[in-house]
């Protein structure tokens, strides 16, 4: 998926010496686990869900920076949360919205994650590096040192 152009390119936004708020959402405890375990360990504050509506209100008080979310979530899919999200942050703070999903059969899903506004599409399972370089280069500071 290209990044979305109405975004700031990650070299406006590179600061990759602070923290960020990450939520990561899958109903997989594992996948949830092991990208909390990893982000936390590259400095950023890091929660994570197992459900849309979790993550819909969990963003208020978290303020998340970025959204990791699996799009065949349980309850309110990812491509509702992701439609929510966008809708509710019309100004440059929307976060980071990076799919991941298993399915990569239907070549269509990567459009229809664009369009409802995700930034990046990663097929699971995802090599966690990725996951960590797109933080980076996202890099948008929020977390006071």
Not at 59 to 87: C, E, K, N, T
Not at 101 to 110: E, I, L, N, P, V
Not at 116 to 143: M, N, T, W
Request: proline share 6%.
């Amino acid at each position: 998926m290209q990044p979305n152009p109405q975004r700031p390119s990650g070299e406006e936004r590179r600061d990759t010496n602070r923290a960020l708020r990450v939520l990561v959402a899958d109903d997989d405890a594992d996948t949830v686990k092991t990208l909390t375990t990893l982000l936390e360990l590259e400095g950023h504050a890091v929660r994570g869900l197992h459900s849309g509506a979790d993550v819909l209100l969990a963003i208020p008080s978290f303020r998340p920076d970025a959204i990791i979310l699996d799009l065949s979530i349980p309850g309110l899919s990812g491509y509702a949360v992701a439609q929510a999200v966008r809708h509710s942050f019309t100004d440059m703070r929307r976060p980071l919205m990076i799919a991941i999903s298993g399915m990569w059969k239907h070549a269509g899903d990567r459009l229809v994650a664009q369009q409802v506004g995700f930034d990046h599409y990663l097929v699971k399972p995802c090599d966690a590096r990725e996951v960590v370089q797109l933080l980076h280069k996202f890099g948008r500071p929020s977390i006071q040192r």
